[in-house]
């Protein structure tokens, strides 16, 4: 596959199993992320990965997050709020490590992080892993970003979720001219 044949393909898969990147492959991935834009080379992220039992402590601290919101209503709740860290075996939350005292606004940090899941998302597609961009009210909870041993001034970008995908969809056509005006002045 060329490289505009794995940008142009790419897709999200919602549904995904074993195997996960690992090895010289998830090495590719993590190399990828770290050529992501970023303005005066600030490196402006943070990568944690979580798989295998990892999986079962972070889901615990979403269901007791979600708990502690109301948002737990019934058995059936709890146990779904759960299921979502097994919906692939490796997470990749990709984090914005906001270095407040530099000439680089806060928002372009956060940008580059999101190249930086971005790429990890190519680069997965690449080798042939599928994956999905998610992130939800558990992304933004500061008690999440507290259990994750994360600082104030960190802020999540998203949970990359990486897998084989189990069935694939067809690709939407997109016409990127929808999307695009030529200004002139």
């Not at 299921?83 to 928002?107: F, G, N």
């Not at 960190?154 to 695009?180: R, W």
Request: charged content about 20%; some cysteine; glycine content about 8%.
């Amino acid at each position: 596959m060329s490289p505009l044949d794995v940008l142009h393909t790419r897709n999200s898969a919602a549904v995904l199993m074993e195997p996960a990147p690992c090895g010289d492959a998830l090495d590719n991935i993590l190399k990828a992320a770290v050529r992501a834009s970023d303005h005066r080379r600030l490196r402006p992220w943070k990568f944690l990965l979580v798989e295998g039992e990892s999986r079962e402590k972070l889901s615990e601290i979403f269901l007791g997050v979600a708990t502690s919101r109301g948002k737990v209503t019934s058995t059936e709740a709890g146990d779904a709020i759960k299921a979502k860290l097994y919906r692939a075996p490796l997470i990749i939350v990709v984090v914005a490590s906001i270095k407040p005292d530099t000439a680089v606004p806060e928002i372009e940090q956060i940008l580059s992080a999101g190249c930086a899941a971005q790429l990890m998302l190519v680069a997965a597609h690449a080798q042939g892993y599928a994956g999905i961009w998610r992130t939800g009210d558990m992304a933004y909870d500061p008690e999440v970003v507290s259990a994750l041993g994360l600082t104030d001034t960190d802020k999540i970008v998203g949970f990359i979720y990486l897998g084989t995908a189990s069935k694939t969809k067809p690709l939407a056509i997109v016409d990127p001219y929808e999307h695009t005006t030529v200004w002139n002045g």
